[in-house]
């Protein structure tokens, strides 16, 4: 079992969310499990989606930044010849459209067409601000809202198989995205481009940067075994989350009271002495200057 030391646990738990949960459900979880306050996660999942949700506690919780930044990756089915008005299967049905006619060759043409760099429009009813308020709650409002288009990757986005009901078609799928990408508004344009409308029905993240399903846990193993079990702690965190930079313990000195240290093609990397996380520091002019400070002269 990792000791969480004097100041509590500090490290991540990789939690395989179940659905129905809401990530902020999943964060009063382990809080209790951990037997900390100081908790947060990298990366929401909505209520039906499941998978890779990173959780931070104590001092890796400064990390959470850089983990949301990472590329996602999931595996998700497309159900087209249906609209909802939240792009997903938990919103109500606004439309639907016989897609029987439509052909294996041309779903494979618009899947290849939101290929690449795109640009998406995000679902009205996701957490971005508008005018200081968020998208969902002016569409639960009642308000027809519709955000800018910004620019995405999408790197892979790949059949996995279709199948045909009636006119329906439903098409499982993997895709590789950079951080802001919606997979929602990837089904809602994939249908948009085959004239026959479409929606997200379920969705498994896999992978955040480099942390995979292969190291997430069940809540229920976490209650089984205890949360601490499963610790990674902060060291071997941050070396998942970001590049490393190893330095001397003249440097460490320097990071740990915040100073900058000389350094050519860093940046953001996480600044290493003796196996432990001194910084996470990013590139100067000559130089790498601590953004985060992981442990203080002294401590």
């Known amino acids: 079992m990792t000791d969480p030391g004097p100041e509590g646990p500090s490290g991540l738990v990789v939690v395989d969310k179940p659905a129905g949960w809401t990530s902020h459900d999943v964060v009063a979880r382990m809080r209790r499990l951990l037997g900390t306050r100081k908790v947060g996660h990298g990366g929401t999942l909505d209520p039906m989606a499941t998978g890779v949700l990173i959780i931070a506690c104590g001092k890796a919780t400064r990390l959470l930044t850089y983990i949301s930044a990472n590329d996602k990756a999931y595996e998700a089915t497309i159900r087209l010849g249906a609209s909802t008005i939240t792009d997903d299967a938990e919103g109500e049905l606004i439309e639907t459209r016989d897609a ?26 996701s957490a971005i601000k508008v005018a200081g308020e968020r998208s969902y709650a002016r569409v639960r409002a009642g308000e027809d809202v519709k955000l800018a288009a910004r620019p995405v990757t999408v790197s892979r986005f790949e059949i996995l198989a279709v199948r045909r009901s009636g006119g329906l078609i439903d098409i499982d799928v993997a895709v590789d995205v950079t ?15 085959l004239g026959v409308g479409g929606h997200l029905t379920s969705l498994r993240r ?14 229920e193993e976490l209650e089984r075994d205890g949360a601490l079990t499963r610790l990674i702690p902060l060291a071997q965190a941050a070396a998942a989350t970001l590049p490393t930079l190893t330095i001397d313990a003249q440097a460490a000195t320097a990071l740990g009271y915040g100073q900058r240290i000389p350094a050519d093609g860093v940046g953001p990397a996480v600044a290493m002495f003796d196996g432990e996380a001194i910084a996470v520091v990013t590139r100067g002019e ?14």
């Open 179 to 193: 951080s802001g990408t919606y997979v929602r508004a990837l089904a809602r344009d994939l249908g948009e481009a």
């Open 206 to 219: 896999t992978r955040i940067g480099d942390i995979s399903l292969d190291t997430a846990t069940s809540l």
């Open 286 to 299: 000559g130089h790498a200057k601590p953004a985060v400070v992981f442990k203080a002269q002294g401590a």
């Open 100 to 125: 029987s006619a439509v052909t294996d060759e041309a779903i494979a043409a618009a899947v290849a067409s939101l290929t690449g760099d795109i640009l998406q429009r995000p679902s009205s009813v």
